[in-house]
C-alpha cells in the first residue's frame, strides 16, 4: 500500500512591492527686504516641499519675521556682493532630494505645483531617468506693472541635491548642471522683480551697474555682461545712460561671440524698436530687422519687424510671408523669445491689413481687419478698409448685409457706436450704410449733428 505522503507546496518568492521613497523637495532662497512677496514666495510651493530654507542677507524690514512664520528655516549670510556665494550657502543647508530655487519676486501658478509634483514622480519612477536627469529646466517669464508678460525665457530652477551642482558668477549668475536637463515647457514661473516700479522701489538698478561694471573689468569683452549691463543702465531710469546702454547692445551683437540667445534677442529688440521710424536710420534699421530674422527666424518680434519693414519699401509679397511668420508664432503654446508683437498683437494684424489691401487679398484683408476690430472695434482706420472691403469685385455685399455684419460688433443703441461706424462708412464712400447708419439715430442726434441723410 503507498504510503500517503505530504505533498509539498512550494511557494512562489514572496512580491516585493516597489515603494518609493517620499520625494523630498527643499524650497531656497536668498532674500533682502523682500516682505511685500515673502508670503506668496513660500505659500506657493503647498505640501510638495518638505522644508524652507530662506537666507537673509541683512533685511531691515519684517522679511525674516514673516518669513518664520511661515515655518521657514531662516539662515543669515553677509552680503559681500556675489548671488552665487549667498546661493550656494543655501543650497548647503539644504536636506531634500531635488531643490526648488525661486527668488522671492518669483512663484509657481497653482496648477503648475501638481504638474511639477508628477514630473519628479515620474522621474523617480523610471530607472533611466532618475539616473540621467539633474534638472528640470522652466519657463520664465517676466510681467510688467500690469502684470502682462514681456519676456519669456528658459532656466534650470528645479535640481537635483548634488555637490556638484552649484551656482557661478557674482550677478547674474549660472547654475553649473552638465548632465541631461529635462525640458518643461508645461511649467512657467512667474517673475515680477523686473518692473519699473520694483526698480524705482529697491535700487537694484543702480546695484546691478555696479556689480556688472566690476564683472566687466575682469572679462571686458563678455557680451553677455555687456547686454546685463545695457539692461541696468536702462532700468536705472537716467537719460544720460541710454546712449551708453545702447552702445553696448550695439558691441554685443557686433562682437561675433557665442552670448546668450535671448540677451542677443534682447539688444536687437531694443535697438531696432528704439530706431524703427527714425528717418534718418532707415538703412541700418532695415540691416538689423535682416539680420535679427535671419538669426532668430522664430522670434515673432523679428518676423514682424522685418515684414513691416519690407511693407514699407513696396515688397508686398515677401512682407506678407514674414508677417504671417510672425502670426503663426504667437499661435504656438510657447513663445520662447518676445516682446513686442507679444504685448501688440494688434498692430501686427493692422500691418497684415495694409499689406493685404495691397496685394488684392481681400479675404484676408476682411479676416485680419475682423481681429483688430473685436478687440478694439473703435479703430475706425481699420473699421473703413474692412467696410471697403465688401464692395470689391468677388465681395460685393449690400449695404444691408454689411450693416447686419456690423451689428455682431456695434450697439447701434450706443451714440459713439454709431458715429464711429458711421465716419467709417463715410470714409469708406458707403452712401447706402451711410442711411442705413443714419436710420439708427434720434431725432434729437439727428438735429445735433445738423443732418438726417446722405445722398
Same mark, same amino acid.
Given at each position: 500500500?503507498?504510503?500517503?505522503?505530504?505533498?509539498?507546496?512550494?511557494?512562489?518568492?514572496?512580491?516585493?512591492? /516597489?515603494?518609493?521613497?517620499?520625494?523630498?523637495?527643499?524650497?531656497?532662497?536668498?532674500?533682502?527686504?523682500?516682505?511685500?512677496?515673502?508670503?506668496?514666495?513660500?505659500?506657493?510651493?503647498?505640501?510638495?516641499?518638505?522644508?524652507?530654507?530662506?537666507?537673509?542677507?541683512?533685511?531691515?524690514?519684517?522679511?525674516?519675521?514673516?518669513?518664520?512664520?511661515?515655518?521657514?528655516?531662516?539662515?543669515?549670510?553677509?552680503?559681500?556682493?556675489?548671488?552665487? =556665494?549667498?546661493?550656494?550657502?543655501?543650497?548647503?543647508?539644504?536636506?531634500?532630494?531635488?531643490?526648488?530655487?525661486?527668488?522671492?519676486?518669483?512663484?509657481?501658478?497653482?496648477?503648475?505645483?501638481?504638474?511639477?509634483?508628477?514630473?519628479?514622480?515620474?522621474?523617480?519612477?523610471?530607472?533611466?531617468?532618475?539616473?540621467?536627469?539633474?534638472?528640470?529646466?522652466?519657463?520664465?517669464?517676466?510681467?510688467?506693472?500690469?502684470?502682462?508678460?514681456?519676456?519669456?525665457?528658459?532656466?534650470?530652477?528645479?535640481?537635483?541635491?548634488?555637490?556638484?551642482?552649484?551656482?557661478?558668477?557674482?550677478?547674474?549668475?549660472?547654475?553649473?548642471?552638465?548632465?541631461?536637463?529635462?525640458?518643461?515647457?508645461?511649467?512657467?514661473?512667474?517673475?515680477?522683480?523686473?518692473?519699473?516700479?520694483?526698480?524705482?522701489?529697491?535700487?537694484?538698478?543702480?546695484?546691478?551697474?555696479?556689480?556688472?561694471?566690476?564683472?566687466?573689468?575682469?572679462?571686458?569683452?563678455?557680451?553677455?555682461?555687456?547686454?546685463?549691463?545695457?539692461?541696468?543702465?536702462?532700468? =536705472?531710469? /537716467?537719460?544720460?545712460?541710454?546712449?551708453?546702454?545702447?552702445?553696448?547692445?550695439?558691441?554685443?551683437?557686433?562682437?561675433?561671440?557665442?552670448?546668450?540667445?535671448?540677451?542677443?534677442?534682447?539688444?536687437?529688440?531694443?535697438?531696432?524698436?528704439?530706431?524703427?521710424?527714425?528717418?534718418?536710420? *532707415?538703412?541700418?534699421?532695415?540691416?538689423?530687422?535682416?539680420?535679427?530674422?535671419?538669426?532668430?527666424?522664430?522670434?515673432?518680434?523679428?518676423?514682424?519687424?522685418?515684414?513691416?519693414?519690407?511693407?514699407?519699401?513696396?515688397?508686398?509679397?515677401?512682407?506678407?510671408?514674414?508677417?504671417?511668420?510672425?502670426?503663426?508664432?504667437?499661435?504656438?503654446?510657447? *513663445?520662447? *523669445?518676445?516682446?513686442?508683437?507679444?504685448?501688440?498683437?494688434?498692430?501686427?494684424?493692422?500691418?497684415?491689413?495694409? *499689406?493685404?489691401?495691397?496685394?488684392?487679398?481681400?479675404?484676408?484683408?476682411?479676416?485680419?481687419?475682423?481681429?483688430?476690430?473685436?478687440?478694439?472695434?473703435?479703430?475706425?482706420?481699420?473699421?473703413?478698409?474692412?467696410?471697403?472691403?465688401?464692395?470689391?469685385?468677388?465681395?460685393?455685399?449690400?449695404?444691408?448685409?454689411?450693416?447686419?455684419?456690423?451689428?455682431?460688433?456695434?450697439?447701434?443703441?450706443?451714440?459713439?457706436?454709431?458715429?464711429?461706424?458711421?465716419?467709417?462708412?463715410?470714409?469708406?464712400?458707403?452712401?447706402?450704410?451711410?442711411?442705413?447708419?443714419?436710420?439708427?439715430?434720434?431725432?434729437?442726434?439727428?438735429?445735433?449733428?445738423?443732418?438726417?441723410?446722405?445722398?
Amino acid at each position: 500500500m503507498a504510503q500517503n505522503r505530504k505533498r509539498k507546496y512550494h511557494r512562489p518568492p514572496a512580491q516585493k512591492n /516597489t515603494i518609493h521613497k517620499p520625494i523630498r523637495v527643499s524650497q531656497c532662497m536668498i532674500v533682502k527686504n523682500e516682505e511685500k512677496n515673502i508670503r506668496r514666495a513660500l505659500s506657493w510651493a503647498g505640501d510638495l516641499v518638505f522644508e524652507k530654507i530662506v537666507v537673509d542677507t541683512g533685511s531691515t524690514d519684517r522679511t525674516v519675521e514673516i518669513a518664520e512664520s511661515l515655518g521657514a528655516k531662516v539662515l543669515h549670510f553677509e552680503w559681500i556682493n556675489d548671488f552665487s =556665494a549667498a546661493k550656494n550657502f543655501a543650497i548647503e543647508q539644504a536636506k531634500g532630494d531635488w531643490i526648488a530655487f525661486l527668488d522671492a519676486d518669483e512663484y509657481f501658478p497653482e496648477d503648475n505645483v501638481a504638474t511639477l509634483k508628477q514630473i519628479l514622480r515620474n522621474i523617480d519612477n523610471d530607472p533611466k531617468l532618475r539616473k540621467m536627469k539633474t534638472a528640470i529646466r522652466c519657463q520664465i517669464v517676466n510681467v510688467d506693472d500690469e502684470g502682462k508678460p514681456f519676456m519669456l525665457l528658459k532656466q534650470d530652477r528645479i535640481f537635483r541635491n548634488t555637490p556638484e551642482i552649484r551656482y557661478s558668477g557674482t550677478i547674474h549668475e549660472v547654475l553649473g548642471v552638465k548632465e541631461e536637463i529635462m525640458q518643461a515647457a508645461e511649467l512657467s514661473i512667474i517673475h515680477t522683480g523686473y518692473t519699473q516700479k520694483i526698480y524705482d522701489e529697491t535700487g537694484k538698478a543702480e546695484r546691478n551697474v555696479l556689480l556688472i561694471r566690476e564683472e566687466l573689468r575682469r572679462d571686458p569683452d563678455n557680451p553677455d555682461l555687456k547686454c546685463y549691463l545695457a539692461d541696468s543702465l536702462r532700468a =536705472a531710469g /537716467t537719460m544720460q545712460d541710454i546712449p551708453a546702454a545702447e552702445a553696448l547692445y550695439r558691441e554685443a551683437i557686433n562682437s561675433g561671440l557665442n552670448m546668450v540667445s535671448e540677451l542677443k534677442q534682447g539688444a536687437y529688440n531694443y535697438i531696432i524698436s528704439a530706431y524703427f521710424d527714425d528717418a534718418e536710420k *532707415v538703412d541700418e534699421n532695415f540691416e538689423f530687422c535682416r539680420k535679427a530674422y535671419e538669426e532668430f527666424p522664430e522670434n515673432p518680434d523679428f518676423c514682424y519687424y522685418y515684414g513691416r519693414k519690407l511693407y514699407l519699401m513696396g515688397n508686398y509679397e515677401l512682407a506678407w510671408e514674414k508677417l504671417t511668420e510672425s502670426e503663426a508664432q504667437l499661435k504656438r503654446d510657447i *513663445v520662447e *523669445v518676445g516682446n513686442y508683437v507679444l504685448k501688440n498683437p494688434l498692430l501686427l494684424f493692422f500691418s497684415m491689413v495694409l *499689406v493685404a489691401e495691397e496685394l488684392g487679398n481681400i479675404q484676408e484683408l476682411i479676416r485680419c481687419a475682423t481681429l483688430v476690430l473685436k478687440e478694439d472695434k473703435y479703430q475706425h482706420m481699420m473699421l473703413a478698409p474692412y467696410i471697403q472691403a465688401f464692395n470689391r469685385p468677388g465681395f460685393e455685399t449690400s449695404a444691408s448685409d454689411i450693416f447686419t455684419l456690423l451689428k455682431k460688433m456695434y450697439d447701434f443703441n450706443n451714440p459713439r457706436d454709431k458715429l464711429t461706424v458711421l465716419q467709417a462708412a463715410k470714409s469708406s464712400s458707403n452712401i447706402d450704410l451711410c442711411n442705413i447708419v443714419l436710420s439708427t439715430f434720434t431725432q434729437d442726434e439727428l438735429n445735433w449733428m445738423g443732418t438726417s441723410t446722405l445722398s
